[in-house]
C-alpha cells in the first residue's frame, strides 16, 4: 500500500491510522507478502476496507465497535487494532468479540509488528521461500503443495480408511470365527 491507499482507508471507514501502522505499511517489510489478503497483516486496501465494513455491519457476531480496525484475518481468528490506544494496541479476535479466543495481545502494533516480521520472514525461509522474493512466487509454491487443509483431509482419510480396513477384518474374524 501507499500513502494514497492508506489515506483512502481513512476517508472511507472515518478513521484515524496510527502513526506506527502508517509507516510500516507504507514500506510493507515482506516483499513476498505484498498485496496479500491471507495473513493476520493485509496488504490490500480495498480488502482492508471491505473487511472492517463487513465486522462493522455484524458479519460475525455483534457489530464491531468503531475503535477497532482489522488489520487482517487467517482462518477464524482476526486480528485488529485498538484506535483509541496510543501504542494501537494488537486484538486476536476469534469470530466473535466475546468469544473464548478474544484478547488483548498486550503489545502496542509497533512491537507486534516487529515480532510477526521476523516470524514470517523466518517461516517463509523455512519453506524456501525468499521473503524478499516476488508474492506471486509464493501464491505458486502454495498452489504446487497445497493448503494446510488438503493435507489435513488427506491424513483424516487414510485414518479412516485404515479404521475401516481393521475393523472389516474383525468384523470378518467374529462372523467367521
Same mark, same amino acid.
Given at each position: ?14 478513521? *484515524? ?10 514500506? !510493507?517489510?515482506?516483499? =513476498?507478502? =505484498? ?5 493476520? #497483516?493485509?496488504? @490490500? ?9 463487513? $465486522? ?6 455483534? &457489530? %464491531? &465497535? *468503531? ?9 477464524? =481468528?482476526? +486480528?485488529?487494532?485498538?484506535?483509541? +490506544?496510543?501504542?494501537?494496541?494488537? /486484538?486476536?479476535? @476469534?469470530?466473535?468479540?466475546?468469544? &473464548? ?7 502496542? !502494533?509497533? +512491537? /507486534?509488528?516487529? *515480532? ?7 517461516? #517463509? #525461509?523455512? @519453506? ?18 497445497? +493448503?494446510?487443509?488438503? %493435507?489435513?483431509? $488427506? ?6 480408511? !485404515?479404521?475401516? =480396513? %481393521? ?6 474374524? /467374529?462372523?467367521?470365527?
Amino acid at each position: 500500500m501507499n500513502a494514497s491507499d492508506l489515506q483512502r482507508i481513512e476517508r472511507e471507514l472515518d478513521i *484515524e491510522l496510527p502513526p506506527s501502522y502508517r509507516r510500516l505499511m507504507e514500506r !510493507f517489510p515482506i516483499a =513476498a507478502l =505484498a498485496g496479500n489478503t491471507d495473513t493476520e #497483516l493485509w496488504d @490490500d486496501a480495498d480488502g482492508l476496507i471491505q473487511l472492517n465494513r463487513e $465486522l462493522r455491519r455484524g458479519r460475525v457476531g455483534e &457489530p %464491531w &465497535p *468503531e475503535h477497532l480496525f482489522s488489520i487482517g484475518h487467517r482462518d477464524s =481468528a482476526v +486480528s485488529a487494532i485498538n484506535l483509541s +490506544s496510543p501504542e494501537a494496541r494488537v /486484538w486476536w479476535i @476469534d469470530r466473535h468479540l466475546e468469544a &473464548p479466543g478474544t484478547q488483548r495481545d498486550g503489545q502496542g !502494533f509497533e +512491537s /507486534w509488528a516487529r *515480532e510477526y516480521v521476523e516470524d514470517w520472514r523466518e517461516n #517463509l #525461509l523455512m @519453506d524456501a521461500i525468499n521473503p524478499d522474493g516476488m508474492p506471486e512466487v509464493r501464491r505458486r509454491v502454495l498452489e504446487e503443495r497445497g +493448503s494446510p487443509m488438503d %493435507w489435513l483431509l $488427506l491424513l483424516v482419510t487414510a485414518a479412516t480408511g !485404515f479404521g475401516l =480396513a %481393521w475393523l472389516f477384518v474383525l468384523l470378518k474374524r /467374529w462372523l467367521l470365527g
